[in-house]
Every structure is written in C-alpha cells, then in structure tokens.
C-alpha cells in the first residue's frame, strides 16, 4: 500500500523535486526510498579553505510526521569531529531547533527552526557551520576544547576524517 | 518532464518561459508553511499571509509567525479576500500561460536562428508587456509586414486561448482547459446569484457556515462528546484522546473552510478527516518502534479497552476508510513517481552529482 499523502509529504516531495532541479553547489540530498519520504540521505561538500575541504560527509535527515511544523534531525554518518556536531554525529545548530526551545539562551528565534526554512537552508547552514565552528553553544566539548587550544591537532584529525570519508 | 509538473506544481516551472520573472509572482503567492498555491488565505496581524489551515495547525504549536517571529493570536488572524481572489484567478490561467509561455519563447528561438515563418504565430502573444511590443515592431518592419497598424490590430483582437466549452453548470463559454481544471469545481461551490457574468473569479459570498468553538475537554463527559461529534456527522468510535484530537483537527478544517470565499462542502471536510486519521494510523505502524515501555503499556490497555468497547463500530469505519482509500491510491503513487525524475539514487561523489543535476535540468 502506498503511503497517504499528507501535508508533510506533499512538501517533502515538493523540497525533492526543487533540489532536483536546481541544487546548490556541494549538495546532494533525497529520499532513501520513495515508500518513505520522511528519510533522506544527503552528501555534503567540505567547504574550501578549511580543514574539511575535499571531503565528502555523507548525513542523515529524519523528519518529524508534523513537518514543516517542527524541524528534522541531522546525524553525520559516520560523524564528524567539529565543535557543533555531538559524538553520535548529531548536528547542533540554531535552525535545526524549533523557536521554543532554548534553556541557555544563545540563539536568536529568527535564526531558528520555523516552517519558513527548508531542507535547502538547513544544508548550507551546515556547511557554513563547517567552515565556522560556533564553540560558544558547542556540542562536542572534546572538539570545541581541541579547537580553541590546539589548533593544529584538530586540523590534523579533520583531515584524518575527510581521508576515511573519500576511503583513502 | 511535463507530465509531472502538473502534479506537483512549483514556481520554476517558469524558470524556463519567456517570462522567467513569473517564477517570484508564482512563488509569491504560495504559503510558506505548505509551499502550495494559499487555500483561504489569512492575514496575521504583523501582515503577514498564510493558509488558514496551516497557520491555525502552526499556532497550535508555537504562537509566533513564521516569518518574522513575532506573537501573534488565532483569534486575531483575519480572512484575506483579494489575495484568495488573486490566487484562484492566478491558478485558473496557470496552465495556458505556462504553454503560451513556452510556446512563445521557442519562437523566439527559432527567430533568433532567422526563420521567417515567425509571423503567423505572433498572433498568439498574450502579454502586454510593452518592451515586448517594441521588440516585435523592429522584427516586423525587418520582415517587411505591416509596421504599427497590424500591432494595432493585434490588441484588438481578444486573445486566443484554446479550444472553448460550455460549462455544464453556469452554461458560459471557457477554454475547456480552464473548464476542467478549475472552473466546475468553483461553479459548483458558488452560488448562481454571485457569479459575475465575465469572471472567473467568484465574488465574495455570504456563507452561512459558522465558526466552532473550541471544547473546554476537560469539563466533558464521554456522551457528551460523542453527542458533539455526531451533531457534526464525525464518527463517535475510539477512545477518549482519539475522540477529542478528531474533534480538535475538524475544528480546524472547518474554522479554516469558513474563511473561504468558496468554502467546500461539510461532507468534503469529513473526508479531509478520515485521511486525515488514516494518515495517523500510517505513522503509528511507522514509528512503534521508538514507543518506550510505558508508552506500549499505554498503547496495550487502550488498544484492549477501545477493541472490548468497539469492535462493530471499528468495522464500520474501516469499510469506509478502505473506500476512500482506495480512490486516491492512483493519485498518491501517480504524485511519487512523478515527483521522482529520473533514477535519483544519491551519487557517490559530488563530480557525478553535478553531472546528474545537468541531466534533470535537460
């Protein structure tokens, strides 16, 4: 049985075809399988002049059934070491979180999750993430300290991840 | 690569017409929650617009706009008319704007390369657009016709927009495009006495649909409920959350149909509800795995409780949500394909991705 076609579907499948059909530079995103429009698979592009440059990291997005009411998930797979990405290679930035819910008060609400945003946007938010570690909210302390004290080893290890990326 | 674009339609469709500069009117007047074309739009009060439906279901969740943030009331949205007006008109000349279009800037292709046989087919330039007036007067005077007087003439005559039929139900002349895709559905939903003999556009109308109100649950019996709901025709079986989120998302519908200036008909919105809760029934098998103990428990003990009390209720709807089911299959795997190009499986560096994006732009 396909699949009901619901809100979040319609504006899933119409997100797909737009990527599709005109697709920023460095990204590559879609549906894992068209039964299950609410998991994809996106590559992204290491920005250039930075540690990640060259690599290509392959991501997961989930969405929510309630999508584009609350924003989807993203996990690095495998994950990557930077500052805002947890150890399970969840990423933590501010438009991946709905305008509600901030306990520390570190990000604006119009840089956060509202249905006005898209897959599109969230994906070049992650590779500006990549190219400026935000350490202030960090998710990863080992990498927000590795980055702010020894800039050099954390560069070393990046490059180690973008060789395992490419299967170097 | 048209014959998925109807489906699922999206403002670059126009990308590639003599009129790219429609791709912004198009996407304008789309609602950024759902990105389709706005179905009785409202207007918040920072001025901002959005499909009733999907602002009221937003605010639900977070009392903000979308756009800017700020708080903003459901009680205090406000039906935008002239903006619904603007997008069913909009939606009823899409297609043959779109083939004139495209029509059009092959014709200028083809002028480009120095073909002479341009000038039978300009008559079919449906735009005003002044600079392409002009551009046309220099390439007319070159082939050597009639300069500014046929110009002249062509204003005058009333474009040609295709084949025409009868509308069955107001018995008025349309181009059979318009009369399919849009016009019998507005025809249906409007009152005779409010049409406008020449528009599409149907005038405001005094609906006498009234607002619901929202349900204080918590002061409500069980019957009481039920009673509610079947006052509105919805099904009484489940259990107490499933009778309370059925009423919740009808109140939707219907809050959001009453700001129509075409409101559908009540049987229309119970059918919205059925898919509605057939589409939950979709996502619960989706996601049992991530219950947690408790919530099987939980799940467990209303299953056997609502399964004791309602097993011959529970029959009846399934019949009826098998039925519905059933009639939009085609359309819902018809969506899929269509919206799925070409081969889309995700490539493995980012060189053949590029590569691949050329072949979608073909």
């Known amino acids: 049985m396909p699949p009901r076609v619901n809100t979040a579907q319609r504006r899933l499948l119409k997100e797909y075809q737009q990527l599709t059909k005109d697709c920023p530079e460095g990204i590559v995103a879609g549906p894992v399988s068209e039964d299950n429009l609410f998991v994809w698979d996106c590559l992204i592009e290491g920005p250039k002049d930075t540690p990640y440059e060259n690599g290509v990291f392959p991501a997961r997005l989930t969405f929510p059934t309630d999508y584009p009411l609350s924003p989807p998930k993203l996990v690095f797979t495998p994950s990557i070491l930077h500052p805002n990405i947890y150890a399970n290679g969840e990423v933590c930035i501010s438009i991946l979180h709905p305008p509600g819910e901030d306990p520390l008060q570190y990000e604006r609400p119009e840089e956060r999750w509202s249905p006005v945003q898209n897959v599109e946007k969230i994906l070049l938010s992650v590779m500006s993430m990549l190219s400026e570690p935000n350490v202030e909210s960090g998710a990863n302390i080992d990498a927000c300290v590795l980055w702010r004290d020894n800039r050099e080893e954390f560069e070393r290890r990046v490059r180690a991840d973008v060789r395992k990326s490419l299967g170097l | ?362």
């Open chain 2, 1 to 362: 690569m048209s014959s998925f674009v109807p489906t699922v339609s999206d403002p670059s469709d126009f990308a590639h017409c003599s009129e790219p500069r429609l791709v912004e009117f198009d996407s304008l007047l789309r609602c950024h929650i759902c990105k389709e074309y706005q179905t009785a739009p409202v207007l918040t009060t920072c001025g901002h617009s959005y499909c009733s439906v999907c602002i009221r279901k937003y605010l639900i969740h977070t009392a903000k706009c979308p756009i800017c943030s700020k708080e903003i009331r459901e009680a205090n949205l406000q039906r935008n008319v002239l903006l619904e007006q603007v997008v069913i008109c909009f939606k009823t000349l899409r297609d043959d704007l779109l083939e004139k279009l495209t029509v059009e800037s092959k014709v200028d292709d083809r002028q480009r390369r120095g073909s002479c046989e341009v000038i039978e087919i300009d008559d079919n330039v449906e735009v005003d657009d002044e600079l392409e007036i002009v551009s046309e007067t220099k390439k007319r005077r070159n082939v050597g016709q009639g300069g500014l007087e046929s110009l002249f003439k062509r204003k005058k005559t009333p474009p040609k927009v295709g084949p025409l039929g009868t509308c069955p139900i107001c018995a008025k002349q349309f181009p059979i495009r318009v009369l399919e895709s849009e016009h019998i559905d507005l025809c249906l939903n409007t009152p005779l006495l409010e049409q406008d003999k020449d528009s599409i556009v149907p005038k405001e109308s005094e609906h006498s649909y009234q607002k619901l109100t929202k349900l204080d649950f918590s002061s409500l019996s069980n019957t009481t409920l039920k009673q509610k709901l079947a006052k509105l025709e919805l099904p009484t079986n489940g259990n107490r959350n499933q009778l309370e989120s059925r009423y919740n998302e009808y109140l939707i519908l219907w809050n959001a149909n009453c700001d129509s200036i075409v409101p559908k008909d009540p049987k229309v919105l119970r059918r919205q509800l059925a898919q509605w809760e057939s589409s939950l029934k979709f996502r619960k098998d989706d996601h049992d795995r991530q219950l947690d103990k408790k919530g099987w428990s939980d799940l467990i003990k209303q299953a056997r409780n609502s399964k004791m009390k309602t097993r011959e209720e529970q029959d009846d709807a399934q019949v009826e949500s098998i039925d519905i089911m059933s009639t939009n299959e085609e359309d819902d795997s018809n969506l899929i394909t269509s919206a799925q190009p070409q081969n889309c499986s995700i490539q493995a560096s980012t060189q053949e991705s590029t590569d691949h994006e050329r072949v979608f732009a073909d």
